[in-house]
């Protein structure tokens, strides 16, 4: 009886041991990059802040604040020397354009005059972590030739696409003389619930541009006038000592460590992984909400594209990410609208193609989706 008990002891441990290390891999991104390079950026940020350079604030940030605002905010501060952050490409910074994104800011001037591109999506979008010249919307106005417009920012979601469709893109278009593309991509995590807040937010969202035959599309004064003042009030935007102490490294949390060890232990990623393969992608979200209003936006002569950037398995598993993926090919090939998918050209299990210390894709990662993307539109305009 002694050796049944340690037969079965034996095998329990047998079964245990490889879920174990299955959980040990996709939790490992909890503690990567490692904590010395982590301290090293942020060194650097505080150097950059020291330098006159001021953080980027993030409209989903802004909107997790516990703060009524006007308006919905589209990028960061305007015309301000701004960091955001270094994944193995040193510390990357940019001066915000007049809507306090991440373009030159001539483009803006220049849209009324010419066939344009519109770019829109998160952070990958935006162009985290890499220099200007090897993000998506520039890559893709080297191989173009077009105005190429990049309205993401890091932390995007839907509701972020959806408003920057709503007060930049749709009144743009409306007025336009010339054929324009508009360009949706998605990331694995963009498959959220339904946000009442910025549901309500979304539905008073109206036109922020204003057209100047001099200057071309600017943001209205009400928009710079309310941005500049929820900023005020809720960020020491004038005080580097304060900037400086809200980045300043902190004191390990033992509980936190703790909590990822017991997640480990517990096997909590297989756990949570066998849930989510049982939930159906919803077909009333804001990402299916999100296509359809660009569909509706971006008409003849508007040539509207969807596109999806995988994610990388090992470090930032998504569960659900094939299965979103599908769905959002479907519902684009349902509207008549051109999918770009990126998993034909981002293998998830070649790091390569992501960034040295970080989650988001590497160069040679952006430069890949860059000629996808640009293959797919000249094959329909040629």
């Known amino acids: 009886m002694k050796v049944f008990y340690w037969n079965i002891g034996l095998l329990l441990v047998l079964i245990y041991i490889p879920l174990f290390l299955y959980s040990f891999q996709q939790k490992l991104q909890a503690i990567y990059p490692t904590n010395n390079f982590k301290k090293e950026v942020v060194l650097k940020k505080i150097l950059a802040v020291k330098s006159g350079y001021y953080p980027t604030y993030y409209p989903t940030n802004l909107l997790s604040l516990n703060k009524s605002i006007d308006i919905y905010p589209i990028g960061s501060y305007p015309y301000t020397s701004s960091y955001m952050c270094d994944e193995g490409y ?23 005059q010419n066939k344009n591109i519109f770019i ?58 010339h054929q324009n593309i508009v360009i949706i991509l998605f990331f694995a995590n963009d498959n959220i619930l339904i946000n009442r807040k910025k549901e309500s937010l979304l539905n008073s969202v109206n036109s922020i541009v204003k057209s100047s035959i001099t200057s071309g599309i600017n943001p209205t004064n009400k928009y710079k006038d309310s941005f500049k003042s929820f900023i ?4 020491p935007h004038d005080s580097q000592e304060a900037i400086i102490s809200r980045i300043q490294i902190k004191k390990e949390n033992p509980m936190s ?61 998504h569960p659900l990410s094939i299965k979103y993926k599908t769905t959002l ?8 609208i051109p999918f770009i998918d990126g998993t034909t050209v981002i293998n998830k299990d070649n790091q390569s193609n992501f960034a040295p210390e970080g989650r988001h894709l590497s160069i040679e990662g952006y430069k890949k989706i860059s000629e996808l993307i640009y293959l797919k539109i000249d094959s329909l305009d040629s």
């Open 90 to 112: 040193g510390l990357i910074t940019y001066r915000s354009d007049r809507f306090g994104l991440r373009n030159s800011d001539k483009k803006w001037s220049k849209i009324n």
């Open 120 to 177: 829109i999506g998160d952070s990958l979008v935006q162009g985290q972590c890499v220099p200007k010249n090897s993000t998506i919307t520039s890559n893709i106005e080297n191989l173009t030739g077009e105005n190429t417009l990049n309205l993401g920012m890091g932390g995007n979601t839907p509701y972020e696409y959806m408003a920057s469709l709503k007060s930049i893109v749709k009144p743009i278009i409306k007025n336009s003389t």
């Open 232 to 235: 005020k009030n809720n960020y």
């Open 257 to 317: 460590k703790l909590s990822l060890y017991s997640s480990i232990l517990t096997l909590y990623p297989i756990r949570i992984t066998r849930a989510a393969l049982k939930t159906n992608v919803a077909q009333d979200n804001p990402s299916i909400n999100t296509i359809k209003l660009l569909a509706e936006i971006c008409s003849n002569p508007c040539k509207p594209f969807v596109g999806y950037i995988p994610n990388n398995d090992f470090y930032d598993p």
């Open 329 to 336: 090919e479907e519902i684009s090939k349902n509207l008549a």
